[in-house]
């Protein structure tokens, strides 16, 4: 069964400081990856999604992601984070297209500090 | 696009109530998929649909639980006699569905409807 793990429960950044935010999967092959955020209370929004090709990908907000084959991961990158970055992130993959079932990482909670 | 949207935002009942959730996808999205989130956790998948039928339902789905999408637009989430572990965050997503290579997009999520079970 495909499996996501995000090590980091709550990763606190300065304003104005660089972000990555890991996230590793199990499946065997290339599954469809995905980064999400959360703000309290609210739903999910989509950041980025990666399906094939140019292993960087570009997303919303200033966000991207690296699809490393050999390591399995899919880690979130930012190089500037601003307070409005803090929520809840959640990685997910889904193994046979982006509109089947995903399945989710437990998620990273960043705090932002001045 | 108007956005997934789901009522009610919040539902306090108590235990042992029926109570019913709706979710209203994107028009035209094919696929719209029904998710459970407790607190610090990752939303988990219940149920979905393309169209009118529902492909996938997953263990946490007990019988208490029922899902319907009866004419492929908008789509119902019951649960009977509630318990308090059913308290969490019901989130609903709709995705296209791409036709000429299957693979299809990305889901589009609602803001969720939180459940509490006194």
């Known amino acids: 069964a495909q499996s996501v793990t995000q090590p980091d429960i709550h990763i606190t950044v300065s304003e104005g400081a660089s972000l990555e935010l890991r996230c590793n999967y199990s499946y065997g092959a290339t599954p469809y990856l995905f980064w999400y955020v959360q703000s309290p209370g609210q739903g999910l929004q989509l950041l980025l999604k990666?399906?094939?090709?140019?292993?960087l990908v570009q997303g919303i907000k200033g966000f991207e992601a690296e699809f490393k084959r050999s390591q399995s991961s899919f880690n979130l990158r930012k190089p500037s984070v601003h307070w409005s970055d803090a929520a809840e992130y959640f990685c997910a993959v889904a193994p046979y297209s982006g509109n089947t079932p995903l399945v989710f990482g437990k998620g990273t909670r960043l705090s932002v500090i001045a | 696009d108007t956005g997934v949207s789901q009522d009610p935002r919040h539902k306090i009942t108590k235990r042992g109530q029926n109570v019913t959730f709706r979710c209203d996808p994107i028009s035209e999205h094919n696929r719209l998929y029904w998710y459970r989130q407790t607190l610090g956790q990752g939303p988990e998948f219940l149920t979905y649909f393309q169209n009118e039928a529902q492909l996938e339902k997953s263990r946490l789905l007990s019988d208490r639980f029922s899902a319907e999408r009866p004419k492929g637009s908008f789509s119902t989430l019951e649960i009977q006699r509630t318990e308090q572990g059913d308290s969490a965050m019901y989130l609903c997503a709709s995705s296209p569905l791409e036709v000429t290579s299957g693979r299809g997009k990305a889901q589009f999520f609602g803001p969720g409807t939180r459940l509490t079970v006194l």
């Open positions: 990666y399906f094939s090709g140019d292993t």
